[in-house]
């Protein structure tokens, strides 16, 4: 079974640009996660989808950060304008149901904002 | 809310045993796993329990207590490449089943 796809694989951007990550999951998973990791921290839920509907977004600061997920598959993050703060891993899970036993999660992009 | 707390960094030589603690608070606690992650790359399911007791896969087990919300997982036979940082996370039905994490502990193993 494939893993779960995420790209790039590394960024580096200017504060205030804006960024958009890329992922993928695991064939016929419903549920997908993006999780922001920051150095030595373990990772925090930004947002849940359920299929193309989000489930739970109260820790994705909305004001700069936004995800879709169009036809219930791919799923994309994006951050505008950047902060510093926001230099962090961005990791992808899916699971076939919510809360499933255990996510599969994807090699996440790295973010450096400088 | 949710609380959960690991040690952040420990060293045990090739060989060894390890014990990494995890303690949590939560009020809907629906299961406790632990997760494998190697600098650079995604976390890997290791162990999950949701009843008390051991679990015990390999040279890795895991035991949970939900009265003193204590979590352990135990490293045997220690080999370089499990130098890696491990992750607890309670998962809370609470937080529409969703894992919470801790703030993972950063294993050394030396030769």
């Known amino acids: 079974e494939a893993g779960v796809a995420q790209s790039p694989r590394y960024k580096i951007i200017e504060k205030r640009q804006s960024v958009a990550f890329w992922c993928n999951p695991i064939?016929?998973?419903?549920?997908l996660y993006w999780y922001q990791q920051i150095l030595g921290q373990g990772p925090k839920l930004l947002i849940q989808?359920?299929?193309?509907?989000?489930?739970?977004d109260s820790q994705l600061p909305k004001d700069r950060f936004s995800a879709e997920r169009l036809k219930g598959v791919d799923s994309t993050l994006k951050i505008q304008p950047a902060k510093l703060e926001d230099s962090a891993v961005y990791l992808c899970?899916?699971?076939?149901?919510?809360?499933?036993?255990?996510?599969?999660f994807g090699s996440g992009t790295r973010l450096t904002v400088v | 809310g949710q609380n959960i707390d690991q040690p952040t960094e420990m060293t045990a030589t090739e060989g060894a045993i390890v014990q990494i603690n995890c303690t949590y608070q939560?009020?809907?606690?629906?299961?406790l796993f632990w997760y494998q992650q190697h600098a650079g790359e995604a976390p890997t399911f290791l162990s999950y329990?949701?009843?008390?007791g051991l679990e015990e896969k390999g040279r890795f087990s895991s035991f949970l207590s939900r009265s003193k919300g204590y979590s352990y997982l135990l490293l045997k036979e220690l080999q370089m490449k499990d130098s890696a940082s491990y992750l607890c996370?309670?998962?809370?039905?609470?937080?529409?089943?969703?894992?919470?994490f801790g703030p993972g502990t950063r294993l050394s193993v030396l030769p």
């Open positions: 989808f359920q299929n193309n509907g989000v489930v739970d």
């Open positions: 996370a309670v998962r809370d039905h609470n937080y529409g089943q969703n894992f919470v």
């Open positions: 064939s016929g998973h419903a549920t």
């Open positions: 329990n949701v009843l008390d």
């Open positions: 939560t009020s809907g606690f629906n299961g």
């Open positions: 899970a899916s699971s076939s149901t919510q809360g499933g036993y255990g996510y599969t």
